[in-house]
């Protein structure tokens, strides 16, 4: 079974680390120094439990790979859209596309029956790029949550976390989410597969929409922005919203806001991911994490002013520092 992780950086790195020590058929996708560096000197994984190196077959170019079982993009959103073309080597009749990508994702209406299904998200998709591109039968869909770091090139420190969801956008315990599941598995990942992966999409874009953009515009980091008396109001308004919209949609949440900013301070004095890359000069997940679930409030009609109004103070942050909208 061969598996392609495309945009091997953080998470990919850490998925095809783990994937590669296990004696898995897979290859990485990647550019620039930190591609160089494994190619010359292997893909070193710093965990708790100790440092590996594992040699791993790695290209710029997906010609040089070939059509795979499983592609898994973990892209940052925004990078996914201009490489679609740049992806089909990859792609054989029967291939599976994994979607490793925080917020919205692109395909969301694609078997959620009712009257929304088939809605385009022009956010997360525009111009329908995945959607044309890959066709949404292939998608598998996923909620990452280890965290990770490219700490230099060829070297991924992993912070915590080893679950990668995994979801048929119909809920179905499909042969192909299975044997993904276990492939993953074998490789000491834990791959549940889930029924209702849009379920556990919103869990966790409760906190990406709301701590994400609150820590770029104020620098705090998680422990202090979901504790202080003003922010905290500030994210519950916008997970509020977002959870009409969601509810609206069919998504039943196992826990509620208050339990959900409980958790984000609960892990203490971490810059999201966000306003790491705001920091480092890296163009920001804006559209994904945010001006999706705009476009969600629009879609269902339900009124978001707090979403809307964090979502211009970051925009115009992130077009400020040239990482957004360029
Ligand atoms: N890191 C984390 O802890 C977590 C991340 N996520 C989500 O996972 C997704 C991936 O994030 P993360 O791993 O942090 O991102 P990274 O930026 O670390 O990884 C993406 C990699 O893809 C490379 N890349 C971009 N474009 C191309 C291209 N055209 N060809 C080849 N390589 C390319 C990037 O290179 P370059 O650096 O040169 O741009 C980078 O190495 C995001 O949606 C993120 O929100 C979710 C949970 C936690
Ligand atoms: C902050 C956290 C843990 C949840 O919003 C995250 O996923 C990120 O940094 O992007």
């Known amino acids: 079974m061969k598996i392609c992780i495309f945009g091997a950086g953080a998470i990919g790195g850490y998925m095809g680390a783990k ?33 590996t190196t594992v040699k791993v077959t790695a290209s710029d170019d997906a010609a040089d790979l070939g059509p795979q079982d499983y592609v898994i993009v973990t892209l940052k959103a925004h990078s996914v859209p201009p490489v679609v073309s740049k992806m089909q080597p990859l792609i054989g009749e029967n291939t599976t596309i994994v979607s490793g990508v925080n917020g919205v994702p692109w395909w969301y209406f694609h078997k959620i029956g009712g009257p929304l299904e088939g809605t385009r998200l022009e956010t997360v998709d525009p111009g329908n790029a995945q959607w044309d591109g890959f066709g949404p039968d292939r998608v598998l869909g996923c909620v990452v949550y280890p965290a990770a770091e490219v700490i230099a090139p060829g070297v991924v420190k992993h912070i915590e976390g080893n679950r990668f969801s995994l979801g048929e956008p119909d809920g179905s315990k499909s042969e192909r989410a299975l044997t993904l599941s276990k492939a993953l598995a074998d490789a000491g990942l834990r791959a549940p597969v889930r029924p209702k992966i849009r379920d556990e999409i919103w869990v966790k874009l409760w906190g990406n929409l709301s701590f994400n953009p609150i820590s770029a515009l104020t620098h705090a ?28 949609l069919g998504v039943k949440f196992p826990i509620d806001v208050d339990r959900r900013i409980q958790g984000g301070a609960d892990v203490g004095a971490h810059r999201t991911s966000m306003l790491q890359d705001l920091d480092q000069g890296r163009p920001m997940e804006i559209d994904a994490l945010v001006g999706s679930v705009k476009e969600l409030g629009r879609v269902t009609e339900t009124p978001t002013p707090t979403i809307d109004t964090v979502l211009a103070l970051v925009a115009l942050r992130g077009r400020v520092a040239g990482l957004y909208g360029v």
């Not at 996708?29 to 439990?49: N, Q, T, W, Y």
């Not at 202090?224 to 922010?231: F, M, R, S, Y």
């Open 19 to 51: 994937l590669a020590q296990a004696g898995a058929d897979v290859s990485l996708v990647a550019r620039g120094p930190h591609l160089k560096a494994m190619r010359e000197d292997g893909l070193r994984l710093i965990e708790e439990s100790g440092e």
């Open 221 to 248: 980091t998680l422990d202090v922005l979901c504790t202080d008396p003003g922010t905290r109001e500030v994210a519950r308004n916008m997970m509020l919203e977002a959870h009409a919209i969601a509810e609206k």
